[in-house]
Structure formats: C-alpha cells, structure tokens
Nanobody
Framework: QVQLVESGGGLVQAGGSLRLSCAAS????????IVWYRQAPGKQRELVAD???????NYADSVKGRFTISRDNAENTVYLQMNSLKPEDTGVYSC?????????WGKGTLVTVSS
C-alpha cells in the first residue's frame, strides 16, 4: 500500500505562487506515474500535471508555462510549483500514484486564488 499526503495549499492573490507537496509513504521510484489533479467547485476533476519515474512530464494546456512538476526521490515527494496563479486555478488539488497496478490517492489540499 501507499499513503500520499498533500500539503501547501492556501489562499493567495492572483499572480501569486504556491508550492504543493505530495509526500509518499514509500519510495516514489516505484510509484509511476504520479499525477496531480484538481477539482473546482461544481466542476469535474481535471488532470493538472504528471511525472514518470524517468522524469517525463505532461501538463494541462491551461497550466503550461505557469506550473512545474518535479520529484525528489530522496524525500519521496513530488512537488507542484504554481506561479502566476489565476482565480480559475482555485480548487482541491490531489495527487495520485500508481503502484503495482493500483492507484492510490491523497485527501487533497485546497488552493484558493482571489482576484
């Protein structure tokens, strides 16, 4: 099993930055891929970014150039650096990772961007 714990959310003004963390209970070298999703109030969950064990990355068009996903294998943590935040980035951000064919989810962290 894998436990994933997100942190780093909060309230920020438009144009500001936040860094989210997704900490895993075991080596993330075996969790592949790790994906950040978000869900805004009243909207469907959407993929934000993902990263593989060989550090290939993928981003939603809406966040390209503003968000950066990275991984620190020594810390068993995946980060999501979010810059130039917009009100439409508001939502609950959750990470998920695949381990031995199963996806495990964290509980999420709330990001609120005020205009």
């Amino acid at each position: 099993q894998v436990q994933l714990v997100e942190s780093g959310g909060g309230l920020v003004q438009a144009g500001g930055s936040l860094r989210l963390s997704c900490a895993a209970s075991r080596s993330i070298g075996n969790i592949d891929p790790i994906v950040w999703y978000r869900q805004a109030p009243g909207k469907q969950r959407e993929l934000v970014a993902d990263i593989t064990s060989d550090e290939r990355t993928n981003y939603a068009d809406s966040v390209k150039g503003r968000f950066t996903i990275s991984r620190d294998n020594a810390e068993n943590t995946v980060y999501l650096q979010m810059n130039s935040l917009k009100p439409e980035d508001t939502g609950v951000y959750s990470c998920t990772g695949a381990f031995r064919g199963l996806y495990y989810w964290g509980k999420g962290t709330l990001v609120t961007v005020s205009s």
